[in-house]
């Protein structure tokens, strides 16, 4: 096997997760979101996951999907979580901060989410900047009702 089979079974495998992201089913889409996260600096599949954190038929999707970006502990994945946030309805980021809050609580890194959302603060995309400020102030809050 040359170096480039290799290469070939992972963009294999990225495609067949950016297909999963519009499965008909919930489990399907939530499953890829969870995967798509660790490839969040991917245009294609950035893009994918603002569609999972919006998605409009089952909050299970955004729920999961959300925890995973927080689990990923990149910039890149804070960033489409901040880009979804600043687009989300009400309702849809209501679900987005309770998938924060899950990822908290089973030991994301609090203070490195801190630090992703400060440097995102000089962001050149406005709503990635926007939504890294709300995700920062959901991530406060969990602190203060952690530490009380």
């Not at 480039?4 to 067949?16: F, K, P, Q, R, Y």
């Not at 008909?24 to 890829?32: D, E, H, I, L």
């Not at 979580?81 to 609090?110: F, P």
Request: charged content about 20%; proline content about 1%; hydrophobic content about 50%.
């Amino acid at each position: 096997m040359d170096g480039s089979e290799g290469g070939s079974v992972v963009v294999d495998g990225l495609l067949e997760t950016l297909a999963g992201a519009s499965s008909a089913s919930w489990v399907g889409r939530a499953w890829a979101g969870s995967v798509l996260a660790a490839f969040a600096g991917e245009p294609a599949a950035a893009q994918a996951l603002v569609g999972l954190l919006l998605d409009v038929q089952d909050t299970a999707v955004t729920r999961q999907t959300a925890e995973a970006l927080v689990r990923a502990g990149t910039a890149d994945a804070v960033a489409v979580l901040a880009r979804a946030v600043a687009r989300a309805s009400d309702s849809h980021a209501d679900w987005i901060q309770t998938g924060v809050h899950d990822a908290l609580a089973e030991g994301a890194a609090l203070m490195d989410l801190l630090v992703l959302c400060q440097g995102l603060a000089h962001a050149p995309e406005a709503a990635v900047r926007q939504g890294a400020a709300e995700i920062r102030t959901w991530v406060e809050k969990h602190e203060a009702e952690v530490t009380r």
